[in-house]
């Protein structure tokens, strides 16, 4: 059952702001949603690159250890290759001469 108040997909858009239920409402879909968090830890990721390698040596040994230190090495050498370490400590460098 539909609710009165609710705007159907095929009437024009209200005037003023749209109501946060109606079909004209600035909402995002499931996918671009998901892309963003995706796009966000990768960044994270990159830029914590030597935490995570020196996290992943201090795991204790269990199945699968040798397993993440390898991945852990191989993300680290890669960030490496191509700098983004040295940058995050530049832009860390620069933050925090701003605070003394």
């Known amino acids: 059952m539909r609710q009165?108040?609710?705007?159907?997909?095929?009437?024009?858009?209200?005037?003023?702001?749209?109501?946060?239920?109606?079909p004209h409402s600035a909402t995002r879909s499931a996918g671009g949603v998901t892309l963003a968090v995706g796009i966000a830890l990768v960044v994270m990721a990159a830029g914590r690159s030597p935490e995570i390698l020196d996290a992943?040596?201090?795991?204790?040994?269990?199945?699968?250890t040798e397993t993440v230190i390898a991945v852990a090495e191989v993300w680290d050498g890669a960030m490496q290759a191509i700098g983004v370490p040295m940058v995050v400590e530049t832009v860390r460098g620069v933050l925090s001469a701003g605070r003394g």
């Not at 108040?5 to 005037?15: E, N, S, Y």
């Not at 992943?56 to 699968?64: C, T």
């Open 4 to 22: 009165p108040w609710l705007h159907t997909a095929d009437t024009p858009a209200p005037r003023g702001v749209p109501d946060d239920f109606s």
């Open 56 to 64: 992943a040596y201090g795991l204790p040994v269990v199945a699968g």
